[in-house]
């Protein structure tokens, strides 16, 4: 099994061990910069004298095992690597991806004499980081789409919802594209979670989002909504109403206010009344007689008589142009 000493990224590294059938090697797959170990498939058993690695291209011994003691060759790895006598495995350090290639080891028997060689395939892949999911066309009845994107890494991507692998499903409405995962609303829960998972051989990273995040599904989620709606614009309606109503009210005060001020006004200066006492033509007293007895008083009365008050209506004249 692999180990991961001083990358942040590096994830635990794993074997695929295929059907030996002839020469058909063991695959190991390792992170950059972590650390992997080759080991024999063939249980050590004691009487091994010598072990031997080797890289296949080119031909390069790389380390040997020989009566308890180790020898390392001066090779690329330049002390990225340890045998270990106890299983005479090999841990390649901070792997590179030029470590990629074919390894073999030979371990020979001292009794016997006997060689037996087995061969692994070492690939090295760039650590999978940064996974993150973005959201797309969502719509009011909660289609939408879902983008995996990593920071580094050349995964392959899977996506999850809910603890359960995803795949194509039109009774569903489900369709996955690569990273790209296509989703038309059915009668889902809130609670539901979809999970990106970005992975190569060597390592994985994930992302999710929850769907009460992407949209609302509940019918009184979407029936609030409306409403809340619905609410806002009769309110809107009201306060304009009220706002008419004031200032229709306030022109009314103002006209009824002009006519009240107008009213307590001198009257139209285009009619005017003229009052005037007009007396009666007075007689001579040199053509008329001196009274006798009573005729004193009915002269009088007759003066009061000739003393005349005349109500006339002038209309003046109009205005100059």
């Not at 999850?160 to 009668?187: F, M």
């Not at 990273?205 to 599904?217: F, G, M, N, Q, S």
């Not at 989620?221 to 409403?227: A, F, T």
């Amino acid at each position: 099994m692999g180990k991961c000493w001083n990358h942040p990224n590096c994830a635990l590294v794993f074997a695929i061990f295929l059907a030996r059938t002839g020469a058909s090697p063991v695959i190991v797959h390792g992170a950059l910069g972590c650390s992997v170990s080759l080991s024999p498939l063939t249980p050590v058993s004691q009487g091994i004298d010598e072990v031997v690695w080797r890289r296949l291209s080119p031909m390069t011994k790389i380390a040997r095992y020989l009566e308890g003691s180790i020898k390392y060759f001066d090779t690329i790895y330049n002390n990225r690597i340890t045998l270990h006598s106890g299983n005479f495995s090999l841990e390649i350090h901070d792997l590179r991806k030029e470590d990629t290639d074919e390894y073999e080891v030979t371990l020979t028997a001292g009794n016997s004499g006997k060689e037996h060689r087995e061969r692994i395939k070492l690939m090295v892949y760039e650590p999978v980081s940064g996974a993150h999911i973005t959201v797309q066309n969502t719509t009011g009845i909660c289609n939408f789409t879902l983008t995996c994107n990593v920071t580094s890494g050349d995964p392959t991507f899977t996506w999850w919802r809910n603890g359960e692998a995803l795949v194509n499903d039109s009774t569903q409405h489900i369709w996955v594209l690569g990273n790209t995962l296509e989703v038309h609303h059915t009668a889902e829960v809130k609670d539901s979670v979809y999970k990106c998972e970005a992975s190569n051989p060597g390592s994985k990273a994930t992302a999710e989002v929850k769907l009460r995040d992407i949209c609302k599904l509940d019918t009184s989620d979407y029936i609030s909504s409306n409403n809340n709606a619905f609410t806002l614009i009769i309110s809107l309606c009201v306060v304009t109403v009220i706002c008419a109503l004031g200032s229709f009210g306030v022109k009314k005060f103002f006209s009824r206010r002009r006519i009240t001020t107008e009213g307590s006004r001198p009257e139209d200066p285009g009619h005017l009344t003229i009052y005037a006492e007009v007396q009666g033509t007075n007689r001579s007293a040199t053509n008329r007689q001196p009274p006798e007895g009573n005729e004193t008083v009915h002269r009088q009365e007759e003066r009061k008589e000739d003393s005349l008050t005349l109500y006339d209506t002038v209309k003046a004249p109009g205005p100059l142009k």
